[in-house]
């Protein structure tokens, strides 16, 4: 293994660098898989909770529950595809309809899990190396758009328009891969809910 001087001067040991990723949104994407426009993004983490149990004066630490906490991120605003509209209609086939007295009819529907889950499909981040080869791949299961928040307009800014995605999902997998050949080094740890 090399050493903590020696890391630094071996050029062909690399880092992973934080500009050097994709986000795969099948069914955002307007037909393309790759979001190219995503601009920032989150990736996922968990908290463990923490059980205290007491003898008399000792008090001992144990681990409790892995939640998942949110992921997000941000998307530039192109004129096409339109991600504003792309947004919008994950929430419409989500189940969400406008409720107005024309619209809501005698079947009004309603937001569901199923078809927030199936409105977008798995959200995938790729690391990739030097070459734009996979390092280390998340996969977010069961995701639904918790939050979209479109960026302010104002006449004083040149600023490009975004929209911020807050991102709730049921568990998270990472896998890395070898990074000379890609193939798959292990899935683990692989966390699922209990």
């Not at 050493?3 to 393309?32: C, H, M």
């Not at 890395?176 to 699922?192: E, G, I, V, W, Y």
């Amino acid at each position: 293994m090399a050493g903590t001087t020696s890391y630094w001067t071996d050029a062909s040991l690399e880092p992973k660098r934080n500009f050097r990723w994709r986000v795969s949104i099948p069914l955002l994407a307007g037909g393309q898989s790759v979001i190219w426009w995503v601009k920032n993004f989150k990736p996922p983490s968990y908290d463990i909770s923490e059980v205290t149990h007491n003898i008399m004066d000792n008090k001992f630490n144990f681990p409790g529950r892995l939640t998942w906490t949110d992921c997000s991120m941000t998307m530039v605003d192109p004129v096409s595809p339109n991600a504003v509209q792309l947004t919008n209609d994950i929430i419409i086939s989500a189940g969400y309809s406008t409720k107005s007295l024309t619209s809501f009819g005698a079947k009004p529907t309603t937001m569901s899990k199923r078809k927030s889950v199936v409105a977008t499909g798995n959200v995938l981040v790729e690391i990739l190396n030097s070459e734009g080869k996979t390092i280390e791949k998340w996969t977010l299961h069961n995701p639904w758009i918790k939050s979209a928040t479109f960026s302010e307009l104002s006449y004083e800014s040149d600023d490009l328009r975004t929209i911020d995605i807050t991102w709730k999902y049921d568990w998270a997998e990472c896998e890395n891969f070898d990074h000379t050949n890609t193939a798959a080094l292990s899935s683990t740890p692989q966390f699922k809910p209990n």
